[in-house]
């Protein structure tokens, strides 16, 4: 909703005051197709020249995600507190158990009461890669926990791939507006033998181009790469939060205490309070 309202404003606000100091739309509408096509196809050229094919359909997510927002909501964060409590209490009380869940996630009964939660490889692997090295003995807490950061480090800076992209291409647009200008300056040269008011608006389209480069940087793709880095990161206190939970397990600490340990580490605006929480786990204990 932010993203399209905010587009809505700074269109209407730049045109706006242009029309209301006078200007003309027909000069622009006229240029703005073809120049439009110019700096917009050689932008995409460039991204897809510059990224992988993973990279451009993650840039191509990463837009949609600016007008949907982030993809885990408050109860997805309540979700994964009680499937992580669920787990660490049979590795608890009984640690063969709890290799049927983890070798074979989408069998097990546990992450199959949380199928949005198992749909997401990131975090489904970082739960069972990092509870399959503790059933191995790798149980010195600092190692984990470096295991756990080079991990999440690696996963965010995955995430921000469309971001780079978009801020890369964002750089890129006025530059390109002054190539489109350029063209045509070129264009306006060869036929100066016109009249003034011909070759009055000839310069006219191609300042569109300048006009257009500039705008689409900074006031469309620019703010839409800071949305997407901002969503990701949100995003990425979901993983953080398992591994908050894995690291106050290996150091003994009990259960509910490991749970209200990545409780506060969610954001403050998905946080599930304290009363949701305990209430959620008393419903898995009854229905247990």
Not at 62 to 83: H, I
Not at 111 to 127: C, G, S, T, V
Not at 224 to 251: C, P, Q, W
């Amino acid at each position: 909703m932010n993203a399209i309202l905010g587009i809505l404003v700074t269109v209407g606000m730049v045109f706006g005051g242009y029309m209301l100091a006078g200007g003309h739309m027909d000069i622009i509408t006229h240029a703005l197709p073809f120049e439009g096509m110019m700096i917009g196809g050689a932008a995409i050229g460039a991204l897809l020249a510059a990224n992988d094919f993973g990279t451009i359909k993650q840039t191509g997510a990463d837009v949609l995600a600016a007008f949907t927002g982030s993809k885990w909501k408050k109860s997805d964060y309540q979700d994964l507190l009680c499937l992580m409590s669920e787990l660490l209490n049979v590795l608890r009380n009984n640690p063969v158990d709890i290799e049927q869940h983890i070798e074979d996630p989408e069998q097990s009964s546990i992450f199959q009461r949380y199928p949005k939660i198992l749909k997401d490889e990131d975090a489904i692997n970082m739960i069972c890669d990092t509870i399959r090295s503790m059933l191995m003995n790798f149980d010195n807490v600092h190692q984990v926990e470096e295991l756990l950061e080079k991990h999440l480090e690696s996963l965010h800076e995955d995430k921000l791939a469309g971001s780079h992209a978009l801020q890369t291409m964002a750089d890129a647009l006025p530059a390109l507006g002054i190539v489109a200008a350029v063209l045509g300056v070129i264009k306006t040269m060869s036929s100066i033998d016109k009249p003034p008011e011909v070759l009055g608006g000839m310069i006219g389209g191609a300042l569109v181009g300048t006009f257009l480069g500039v705008f689409l940087a900074y006031g469309l793709v620019g703010p839409f790469a800071s949305r997407v880095k901002a969503i990701r990161t949100e995003e990425h206190f979901f993983y953080s939060m398992i591994g908050e939970m894995l690291v106050s397990n290996l150091h003994k600490n009990p259960v509910n205490i490991c749970v209200e340990v990545a409780r506060r580490h969610a954001p403050a605006r998905v946080r599930p309070s304290f009363n949701e929480i305990e209430e959620a786990l008393r419903g898995l204990k009854q229905a247990a």
